[in-house]
Every structure is written in structure tokens, then in C-alpha cells.
T-cell receptor
Framework: ELKVEQNPLFLSMQEGKNYTIYCNYS?????LYWYRQDPGKSLESLFV?????AVKQEGRLMASLDTKARLSTLHITAAVHDLSATYFC???????????FGAGTILRVKS | DSGVTQTPKHLITATGQRVTLRCSPR?????VYWYQQSLDQGLQFLIQ???????AKGNILERFSAQQFPDLHSELNLSSLELGDSALYFC?????????????FGPGTRLTVL
């Protein structure tokens, strides 16, 4: 059974600081997704990572995937308050089928 | 707005009752997925349909069932409801584009069982 672990589960940051969220998974997969969820809202797709060494960037967020280490990272650069949300990584289990989600990282950016 | 619609947004009901949640996928998407989000279990995959046929099952209780209709909309039926069924239920859809299967989530239905 595929297990996905995120850490930290809660992150309180000051505006302008950098930090990284880690996502480890237990079995081989080369398809990993990052989603953002605002309180009480739906999940918004942020990044799709499809191969070893994949790196994607959008604004202050950058995601990478190391399939050999079974590790993905979401790096936040110079955080701003608008980035406050819960971030989930999800690994695709059995191509075309379900996503297995991590527990989520609650990010609070303080001004 | 992902293009996936779900109704109703909120549902409040009593234990023992039965409810139906409805989902319309994005135009052109053949796959529909149902997920349950709760504080203690996190986001859990329930079931997947592809073009009307069940494709994969996850942690779905026997009291729950789903189907996908010819127009590709899907319904999730929850019966004999218990307090622990209170959760946010999401529907997602995808078109199964090679080489990846990005899923787009609807706004969710918040179910409260009293």
C-alpha cells in the first residue's frame, strides 16, 4: 500500500522568509502532484511532476521530484501572506487511477 | 473554477438517513473520482468511474455506492448515515491525457450528520 508523508504538518513563517515542504512516498511512482487548498474550499492544482529531476516553478513556489529518493519538495521563496493555505502532495497510484494524498501542510505566513 | 460542479454545497441530515451527492465533470472528461476529506482521515479516495464503468475502489464503505451515467455525471449515494460520515466530499475529473492524469476537483459537498 502506498503511503505518502508530508512534513512539516504545520508551518508558521514570517513574510520574506524561505522554507521547504517535504513529501516522501513509499513505493515507486513517477507522477506526483501538488495542490493548494484554502479553508473550506476546493483543491487547486499547482504542479504536475512527471519524471525524475522534474522541476516546476510558478511565482514564489518551486516544486521538484526525485523518484530515486521517492521525495518531492515544495520550496517557498520570500513568502507573502497570500500563500497562506494548506498544501498537499499526491502520488498517482496505478496509472490513471487514484491519487494518494499526504496529510497536508498548513502554511501560515505572518506579516 | 475547475469546471467540475457538485451539488448540493451543504447537506445536513440525521443519522440513519440516506443522501445523494451529484457531480458533473469537466466537459470532455471521462473519469470521475470521489474523495472524502475529514479531520481524522485526511483526503481518502473512495471510488473511480471511467466512461460509465467502475475502474477502481478505495476505502469506500459498503453503505456507500456510486454510479456514472451515460451523460458522464456521477452520483454518490450514502445510506444508513452515521455521525462519522460527516465530512467534505469531493468529486474530481480527468481526461486521462498521456502521460499524466491530472485531476481537477469540484467545490465539494459538506455533509453534516446530526
Amino acid at each position: 500500500e502506498l503511503k505518502v508523508e508530508q512534513n512539516p504538518l504545520f508551518l508558521s513563517m514570517q513574510e520574506g522568509k524561505n522554507y521547504t515542504i517535504y513529501c516522501n512516498y513509499s513505493t515507486t511512482s513517477d507522477r506526483l502532484y501538488w495542490y493548494r487548498q484554502d479553508p473550506g474550499k476546493s483543491l487547486e492544482s499547482l504542479f504536475v511532476l512527471l519524471s525524475n529531476g522534474a522541476v516546476k516553478q510558478e511565482g514564489r513556489l518551486m516544486a521538484s521530484l526525485d523518484t530515486k529518493a521517492r521525495l518531492s519538495t515544495l520550496h517557498i521563496t520570500a513568502a507573502v501572506h497570500d500563500l497562506s493555505a494548506t498544501y498537499f502532495c499526491a502520488v498517482e497510484w496505478e496509472y490513471g487511477n487514484k491519487l494518494v494524498f499526504g496529510a497536508g501542510t498548513i502554511l501560515r505566513v505572518k506579516s | 473554477d475547475s469546471g467540475v460542479t457538485q451539488t448540493p454545497k451543504h447537506l445536513i441530515t440525521a443519522t440513519g438517513q440516506r443522501v445523494t451527492l451529484r457531480c458533473s465533470p469537466r466537459s470532455g472528461d471521462l473519469s470521475v473520482y470521489w474523495y472524502q476529506q475529514s479531520l481524522d482521515q485526511g483526503l481518502q479516495f473512495l471510488i473511480q468511474y471511467y466512461n460509465g464503468e467502475e475502474r477502481a475502489k478505495g476505502n469506500i464503505l459498503e453503505r456507500f455506492s456510486a454510479q456514472q451515467f451515460p451523460d458522464l455525471h456521477s452520483e454518490l449515494n450514502l445510506s444508513s448515515l452515521e455521525l462519522g460520515d460527516s465530512a467534505l466530499y469531493f468529486c474530481a475529473s480527468s481526461v486521462r491525457q498521456v502521460p499524466y492524469n491530472e485531476q481537477f476537483f469540484g467545490p465539494g459537498t459538506r455533509l453534516t450528520v446530526l
